[in-house]
């Protein structure tokens, strides 16, 4: 099935610069920045620049080089906030909510990295 991606997203609106963030993180295809309304003491958000709406569209639809990039945006993000423990930290959770189901707020691909304290259950 196609994915059709609306570009007034939230997410599209802060990579075009018309809404301010503060990012953590900046590669060629993905930006890491705070979450809004953090769930924990550590919630960082890590998008791709391309105009992916969940996981299976970015899987379906980015490049390789796309998908690499992201992919080390997330462990680069855990090891600079100093969650990994390969980095002396003391681990994190990272979530990606996908369409209806999962209650996916902003139809922008965004990994949620939370750690910096016990994180909790995997569902609420
Ligand atoms: P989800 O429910 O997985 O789609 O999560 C969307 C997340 O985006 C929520 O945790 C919001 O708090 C967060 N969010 C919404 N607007 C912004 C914003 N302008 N800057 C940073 N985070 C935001």
Redesign the pocket.
Known sequence: MPYDYDDQN?FAK?LRGE?P?TPVYESEHSLA?????P?KKTHI?VIPKGPYRCFDHFVQAASAEEQLDFFKAVAEVAKQQGLSEAHGGNGYRI?S?SGPD?????PHL?V?VLGGEVVGPLTA
């Open positions: 939230i802060i809404i963030s920045f705070p979450d809004i309304s769930q958000l979530i909510n999962s209650l996916q707020e902003v965004h949620h």
